[in-house]
């Protein structure tokens, strides 16, 4: 009998581990990116205003009446739009990917963003039959909360569709979300008919998906929804991070499952309606942020929460750039620039899990 | 300690659980044996409080005193830890990382490389880097017994005993780390914690178990200490074929596959 030589028994090769920055240097690095796109935008325009000539406006120095209706009214909403819509729809994604375990689990893949556009487009045309008191006590938040129920009833319903004992089916999640998705453009398409005169101005416009027609006052719309998501995402990290063991041993390590997954589907809904209802259907952040941070800075959503949310506004400030400045002086509709970038990145993902099981 | 009285348990319409009734101390190695599909795992689920029991008369689960039913999961996560009979993770998470997921769960002060040490502990040493994925399946088991040793860091809580509840621990370990699962729960317990597992191997059940529960047919069978449970009779009635249950003159009882005509 000839005996062979043992092979030694392989060892876990410390040089095998992942090269990732600590949590607080990828922050750091986000809100400077920020910052950069966001100044670069401030100096970007259709009127040609530079950034030499806006710096000196906002710490309030003179500035000659066109430059500054240009800055305060124009591109300063703009730009503050662009940051809450696109940190709303990264944390929305993210969000949905931790609630559904999956990272194909996107707000505007799923049918989220649908049912929140049937609520805005329901608002939109039948918000014109309101008595005209209540219409003024809802004012620019009727659209934005419309498309919040709009996005949870979607959310509830996707959760009851591919939702077994806890376990997500993924194409149960995604067949479903192109069925709802479906129904709602359905819904949205017979509406649309209804509409008068005006409200298809609003209409189209506001379904290219776009910042254009920004305003303070609409930002405001907006913020009572957005707020409280971004301020109470972060508490949901925890149970996040434990849900991705699945639900019996996230409930293990302590964490109320259903309270947790209840507001998880409220602050995506929120976060998501919001967005949407402000600035259309703008795909694929939701799907691209989160999956580009959990490559490089890791799954963890303490981290992966707020800089989802970072990188999402600096992506989208930078799309609209590229939105207004690629056709100047039209402008692309900013969701045409985020599924040019967003698609590719989809396709990857998806290849990079193909063979596993159930995606 | 651990009280159950009267727990059955039913899912989808199928009564699974009958009647069960026994009670495990801390400072011992309760196993639960029995052949595939008499309800293992479900009891260890129902124990956990991850399914609810029938609500039937004399029904009593308690943990530490604790009724399971009624105590929030932060408090029982806080001297009780649990490992599944497999864990899929969902996104691509380090070990270190999988491990602190136990430790923030746990409670008590731990010391800043505990991590580590206990990634040493289950033989995978500096290996808190690498992503879970990329671990074989045994490497993975591992992963989550040094979470759950993270949670259950502390033998004695100020809540009282701590206690590990393990769910095949040993399935997909290779003959030296199955050794090591068993030197594990055997110093948990020595060190005053209560540790409830469902072993697959009689040998290991032999070994080290100080209370056996034999399950068959979502009853208890039988239960007792190895000398009264791992017997020809019972366990030939358990697992439907004639056993014999070997005895070496120096050590416990063993039982060969062979045996088994
Ligand atoms: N959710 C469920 N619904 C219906 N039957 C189940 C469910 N889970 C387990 N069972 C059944 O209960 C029985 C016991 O299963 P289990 O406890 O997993 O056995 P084991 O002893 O091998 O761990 C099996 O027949 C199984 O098919
Ligand atoms: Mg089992």
């Known amino acids: ?359 | 300690m651990l009280e159950v009285a009267q727990l059955s348990l039913a899912l989808s319409g199928r009564r699974l659980l009958h009647e069960i009734g026994f009670s495990a101390r801390p400072g011992q190695i309760t196993a639960i044996i029995g052949p595939n599909g008499s309800g293992k795992t479900t009891l260890l689920r129902a124990l956990t409080g991850e399914v609810p029991a029938l609500p039937l008369p004399g029904l009593r689960l308690s943990l530490n005193g604790h009724d399971i039913a009624r105590t929030k999961p932060r408090i029982l996560a806080q001297f009780r830890a649990v490992l599944a009979q497999s864990t899929q993770v969902a996104f691509p998470y380090t070990a270190a990382e999988i491990v602190r997921l136990g430790l923030d769960a746990g409670s008590g002060g731990a010391a800043p490389d505990l991590i580590d040490r206990l990634l040493a502990e289950v033989d995978l040493p500096g290996a808190g880097g690498r992503p879970y994925h990329q671990f074989s399946g045994g490497e993975q088991a591992r992963v989550q017994l040094a979470r759950v040793l993270a949670q259950a860091r502390q033998p004695v809580t100020p809540e009282g005993p701590g206690w590990l509840f393990l769910d095949e621990p040993v399935a997909s370990l290779d003959i030296g780390h199955q050794l090591m699962v068993m030197r594990i729960a055997r110093s948990f317990a020595d060190a005053g914690g209560g540790v409830v597992m469902v072993l697959h191997d009689l040998n290991l059940t032999a070994m080290v178990a100080d209370q056996v529960l034999l399950m068959h047919a979502g009853r208890l069978l039988a239960q007792g200490r190895v000398d009264q449970v791992l017997t020809d009779a019972l366990l030939g009635q358990a697992f439907g074929c004639p056993i014999r249950v070997g005895r070496a003159p120096a050590s416990g009882p063993w039982i060969l596959p062979q045996s088994a005509a």
């Not at chain 1, 000839?2 to 690095?29: D, G, Y």
């Not at chain 1, 194909?104 to 049912?115: F, H, K, M, R």
């Not at chain 1, 998705?181 to 017979?190: D, E, P, Q």
């Not at chain 1, 925890?238 to 997954?261: D, F, P, S, T």
Request: hydrophobic share 60%; net charge positive.
């Open chain 1, 1 to 359: 009998m000839v005996a062979l030589p043992l092979p030694r028994r392989p060892r876990p090769q410390a040089s095998r581990s992942l090269p990732r920055p600590t949590p607080r240097l990828v922050t750091l690095l986000l809100v400077l990116l920020l910052l950069a796109v966001s100044v670069i935008s401030l100096g970007t325009g259709a009127a040609g205003l530079r950034l030499t000539e806006i710096l000196p406006a906002l710490f309030g120095e003179g500035l000659d009446r066109r430059a500054e209706v240009i800055l305060w009214d124009i591109r300063l909403p703009r730009l503050a739009l662009g940051i809450v819509v696109g940190a709303s729809l990264a944390l929305s994604g993210a969000l949905l990917q931790g609630l559904f375990r999956n990272p194909l689990a996107d707000p505007g893949i799923v049918g989220v963003g649908a049912g929140a556009g049937l609520g805005a487009v329901l608002a939109i045309v039948l918000g014109g039959l309101l008595p005209p008191a209540i219409a003024a006590w809802t004012g620019l938040h009727l659209v934005p909360f419309a498309a919040f129920l709009g996005g949870l009833g979607v959310t509830l319903l996707l959760y009851r569709l591919a939702t077994r004992g806890g376990q997500t089916s993924v194409a149960l999640l995604l067949l479903a979300g192109i069925a709802l998705a479906a129904f709602a453009g359905a819904a949205t398409g017979i509406l649309i008919y209804m509409a008068d005169d005006r409200q298809l101005r609003d209409l189209t416009f506001w379904s290219m998906g776009s910042l254009a027609g920004a305003s303070w006052a609409k930002l405001g719309g907006a913020l009572p929804l957005i707020l409280p998501a971004m301020i109470a995402a972060p508490f949901l990290a925890r149970g996040l991070n434990a849900l991705a063991l699945g639900e019996a041993q996230a409930l293990h390590l302590g964490i109320r499952v259903q309270a947790m997954k209840r507001l998880a589907v409220f602050v995506t809904a929120a976060a998501t309606g919001a967005a949407v209802a402000v600035s259309g259907g703008i795909g694929f952040i939701g799907i691209v942020v989160p999956h580009l941070l959990r490559l490089f800075a890791g799954p963890d959503h303490r981290a992966l929460l707020p800089q989802s949310a970072l990188l999402g506004a600096a992506l989208l400030v930078a799309a609209d750039m590229i939105a207004r400045s690629i056709v100047a002086p039209a402008e692309l509709p900013i969701g045409i620039v985020t599924a040019c970038l967003g698609a590719p990145v989809f396709l990857w993902i998806l290849l990079g899990r193909r063979g596993l099981t159930g995606l």
